[in-house]
């Protein structure tokens, strides 16, 4: 029992005192102290230093962060109090990095994902732009019913990496940034609705802006970094964004790319580049962006990429390499495998046959017809749908047994529909083989999920059902539309639908209202929600398959809840993926709205897709890319069809 203790008074026991008795004596307490520290080794002594260090410089780092975050709450009480209607604040938009030689968001280890078959490279080497290439803060774009207005703010990183920013509110966000459910907000007015096409040019500006100022000439933006990313040293992104500045309109920047094209573009270079991006890139760009203008600059470069791309069908079997060396005029497989991807050597052809048409010389055209032809013979597949490679070597299908609409394959079934478009309706193979693998969709892959139902596109591996789904198959609800309505069976109609919607709630269900890479559908009964998403799945690169689709649906029903899902997409694109000083960035996690975790880049296709199938979606104009007259690549460059008197070159 220790003595009851006395008002004023403590009570200290110190091991190794003789008499065990009590010394209130601060000499001696100092001493004592002080001859324990002794005792301690350096390693000790140290390692405790260390922690009261860093203790110390957490509590520096956070206490801005915290009375700021008391502030807003603060801020945000009394402006609900004083206010009966809410009023817009600002969304989460990424703020300019601090000038230090590192990103002001670390990018977290990445991590090891299965190779999708198109949509960017693998590794980009960094590069920072050169002196000079730099902009002050970027003014935060604003807009209001009455105008729009630009002012520059400074955002605030929190330790998680949420962002703060002070900048006056952007159009639709409310209730603390958080934009309500559809369900929930008010009916745009004509007059927003009008500006929602104006929404998509500010975004490509503040897009464009960045890329100007950070990564000029060169493939890809790092937008949080302020630095490039180079793939092919091709300009990709500039090529990829021709057609889309074309088509909104936007002459000045156009002009200036031109004049980078004219000026520096060149193929002349001892680089190898991937056969499947560099086409539906590079010369589906170019040629769209010739048609577009008239302009034969865009002709003759896409002439020189064409020519020097053919090396790679200079195979045992014809069917092409994966890598070509513009400059040797050599080809070559990946170090790895002797294999292609399927999607890859079949989604080619409607840019190489265009260049055949309009050079009148056959051989591109040949080319790409031998392969389609080859396919078409092949054993391996279930029901018309097919495996991911194909051996360059033997012709033959490998790793036979998995069958997916996700990467390595996806695009194989849109090219021979869109062929069978652009041909004028001619070929009849292609639409047998498409109609077959539709039907080997619904027969093999076609589930429901639980508790909601919602219809999705799973994977068959060696007889297995998986119900895992790529956001690249959210492609498939705008082709099965685009073939009802040049005369297909009524159903794919039907199944569009459906698939819109599951695609759609792809982005609702999740905390920022964007979609991860990767779903995997619930069927158990009693299941709480329909769609779960892994840890290494939760990444949006800014994909365009989702408002493509939306694209369509909406050109061929003119349901204006399409035009609304596209909307809701946008704005949460704004939210969560601009970054101030210019760009947009792919974000790791997309259930987190406070920590996304920004990739710093972004992808080609984001001008080169995304924000033209946004514009267009918007436009609500049916002869802008008239879609009885244009055909979409797979990378969103609009080529004619073919007029009925057009024959084949070979």
């Known amino acids: 029992m220790h003595p009851p203790s006395r008002q004023g008074y403590v009570s200290l026991s110190l091991a190794g005192q003789g008499s065990g008795g009590y010394n209130n004596s601060k000499q001696w307490r100092r001493q004592s102290c002080w001859r324990k520290w002794k005792q ?108 729009k207005k630009e002012r520059e703010e400074e955002g605030v990183i929190s330790w998680r990496g949420a962002v703060i920013d002070t900048a006056p509110a952007t159009e639709g966000t409310k209730d603390g940034g958080k934009v309500l459910p559809a369900n929930q907000e008010a009916k745009s007015s004509n007059e927003s609705d009008s500006d929602r096409p104006e929404a998509v040019r500010e975004a490509f500006r503040h897009a464009w802006k960045g890329y100007k100022d950070f990564a000029w000439g060169h493939d890809e933006l790092r937008p949080i970094s302020r630095s490039y990313g180079e793939w092919f040293g091709l300009g990709l992104t500039l090529i990829d964004a021709l057609d889309t500045m074309w088509i909104l309109g936007l002459k000045e920047e156009f002009e200036e790319a031109k004049a980078w094209v004219a000026a520096e573009l060149t193929f002349n270079k001892n680089v190898d580049v991937n056969l499947f991006e560099s086409t539906i890139r590079i010369l589906g760009g170019l040629l769209s962006t010739y048609h577009l203008t008239g302009d034969a600059l865009f002709l003759d470069k896409a002439k020189d990429i064409g020519s020097r791309l053919m090396p790679a069908f200079n195979t045992p079997s014809k069917i092409p390499y994966s890598d070509v060396n513009i400059g040797k005029g050599t080809a070559h497989p990946p170090r790895w495998t002797s294999d292609s991807t399927v999607a890859e050597v079949t989604s080619i052809q409607l840019e190489f046959r265009e260049l055949s048409r309009l050079t009148q010389e056959p051989q591109y055209e040949d080319a790409v017809a031998e392969v389609m ?118 159903d794919h109609m039907d199944l569009a639908t459906q698939l819109m919607e599951t695609c759609y709630q792809m982005y609702v269900q999740m905390e920022t209202g964007l979609s991860p890479e990767i779903v995997h559908f619930n069927m158990h009964e009693g299941s709480i929600r329909d769609i779960e998403v892994k840890l290494a799945d939760r990444h949006n690169l800014l994909r365009p398959e989702t408002v493509e689709s939306l694209f369509y649906l909406y050109r061929f029903t003119k349901d204006h809840k399409y035009q609304e899902w596209g909307w809701e997409i946008l704005k949460n694109f704004n939210k969560y993926t601009k970054v101030s000083s210019g760009g947009y960035t792919s974000i790791n996690n997309v259930r987190d709205p406070d920590y996304t975790s920004p990739q710093d880049k972004m992808e080609s296709f984001f001008l080169g897709e995304t924000l033209k199938y946004l514009y267009l979606l918007f436009a609500d104009d049916p002869d802008l890319i008239s879609l009885d007259r244009f055909v979409f690549n797979t990378e969103a460059h609009p080529l004619p069809i073919w007029p009925s008197t057009d024959t084949h070159t070979n």
């Open 40 to 147: 301690l080794s350096r390693l000790q002594r140290s390692l405790i230093f260390s922690i009261l260090v860093l203790l110390f410089i957490c509590g520096l780092a956070t206490y801005p962060i915290v009375t700021e975050h008391l502030r807003g709450l603060s801020d945000e009480e009394q402006e609900t109090e004083s206010n009966s209607v809410l009023r817009p604040v600002v969304p989460h938009v990424l703020p300019e990095p601090v000038r230090l030689g590192h990103p002001a968001l670390p990018e977290p280890p990445s991590q090891q994902r299965k190779l999708s078959n198109k949509r960017g490279p693998p590794v980009l080497q960094n590069r920072f732009p050169r002196k000079g290439n730099t902009s002050e803060n970027t003014a935060v774009e604003d807009k209001t019913a009455g105008g």
């Open 373 to 490: 032809n080859q396919v078409h013979k092949l054993d391996g597949k279930l029901d018309g749908l097919v495996p991911m490679f194909i051996n360059t070597n033997s012709g033959q299908f490998t790793h036979q047994g998995i069958y997916t609409l996700g990467a390595r394959a996806d695009s194989y079934y849109e090219y021979l529909l869109k062929q069978w478009i652009q041909g004028g309706k001619r070929e009849s193979q292609l639409l047998d083989d498409y109609l077959q693998a539709i039907e080997g969709v619904k027969k093999n892959l076609l589930q429901k999920s639980s508790p909601n139902g919602l219809t999705f596109v799973g994977e068959v591996s060696h007889g297995q059902f998986s119900p895992k789904m790529d956001h690249l198959v959210c492609f498939l609800p705008g082709t099965l539309a685009l073939g009802a309505h040049n005369g297909l069976p009524a």
